[in-house]
């Protein structure tokens, strides 16, 4: 009971901090590196996202990722942890405009946390492997306060450059001792598989337009075929084909909005050869033409406008 009750008090205040820096906006990137603030106003779609290796912290409201058939909730008393790039299914499941969605992110640095991986005394707790790249945890309060101090700090910019360093290393450390932190230390770990497979992505998201094959794929990441397809589909929850089909989809789906180029642009600067096979494949991955996607996501992103401008 007085663990939820300090927890609802941290995450009021981190609420109304965050309210204030994204009065009349959707998604703010701060000032801090790698900190990013969320608002919506209602409850939304499905919608299909990249994911950044990252911890979300929902304040108000509440949120739903899907990673193939798994499905994580959570609000604030429960956390998401990323630890890969991963192509999600988000969901706003809890939001009005009296009291909106409220959430932050901020993305992990694994050179800061291998480094307190190494200064960590050798009681430090180790769990069972992580089988996955995205999962659920507790909110704990300290936590929580260290995620509000730090974005106090937006409003105290002569102690930001110094002071935001030291806090984020403090929430790294917290979620490395948090009951998810071992599928960090998975990823962060030097020689371990999962180090592996991330590297293998790191790759995949600068040439994903390129031919290759999953041979290929296992050399460069030093594995043999079967190993490194089985930890591959374990860790994002679809093989290295469909992962590289949802990096190409989703660049194109953002050329498409942000640039306002045509279909047939887009399919042939993501690396589709035949417009007609971009087409099936786009409807299949995101359940409408191209066309029909990019008219909705307009409407949605005007929708958004004029419902936080009234606001």
């Keep these: ?64 990722m ?5 499905i994580f909730h959570y609000n604030r008393y429960r956390f998401l942890i990323t630890s890969l790039d991963l192509p999600a299914q988000a ?13 932050l992110a901020l993305r992990l640095d694994f050179t800061t946390m291998s480094e307190l991986l190494m200064q960590a005394s050798a009681d430090t707790k180790t769990l069972a492997s992580s089988n996955s790249g995205m999962s659920v945890g507790n909110t704990t309060p300290e936590l929580l306060d260290a995620c509000d101090r730090l974005v106090s700090l937006l409003d105290d910019k002569a102690s930001l450059s110094v002071l935001a360093p030291l806090i984020k290393k403090e ?28 590297k293998a992505i790191d790759w995949l998201k ?29 860790l994002t929850s679809m093989s290295p084909l469909q992962y590289q089909k949802s990096l190409k989809l989703m660049e194109a789906r953002r050329l498409m ?40 996501q307009w409407r949605m992103i005007e929708g958004e406008k004029r419902t936080l401008q009234a606001g």
Aim: glycine share 6%; proline share 3%; aromatic share 8%.
């Design 1 to 64: 009971m007085l663990h939820s009750a300090a927890i609802d008090i941290i995450s009021d205040k981190l609420a109304d901090r965050i309210g204030r820096h994204t009065a009349g906006q959707s998604n703010v990137i701060t000032d801090i590196a790698g900190l990013s603030f969320y608002r919506k106003d209602a409850p939304t779609e499905c919608t299909t996202c990249f994911v950044e290796p990252s911890i979300a912290l929902v304040v108000q409201g509440e949120k739903r």
């Design 206 to 234: 600068t040439h994903f337009t390129q031919s290759y094959t999953v041979e290929e794929l296992a050399e460069r990441a030093q594995m043999s075929k079967s190993t490194f397809h089985h930890h591959f589909r374990q």
């Design 66 to 70: 899907a990673l193939g058939s798994d």
């Design 257 to 296: 909005i942000g640039e306002q180029i045509d279909a047939s642009d887009a399919a042939y600067r993501v690396g589709y050869e035949s417009p007609s096979q971009f087409s099936r494949e786009y409807s299949r991955y995101f359940g409408n033409s191209p066309k029909r996607d990019v008219e909705a």
């Design 171 to 198: 929430i790294y450390w917290r979620v490395l001792n948090s009951e998810q932190g071992d599928r960090l230390r998975h990823i962060i770990s030097a020689g371990s598989q999962g180090l592996r497979i991330a």
């Design 91 to 103: 969901q706003i499941l809890k939001a009005e405009r009296a009291e909106p969605y409220l959430g």
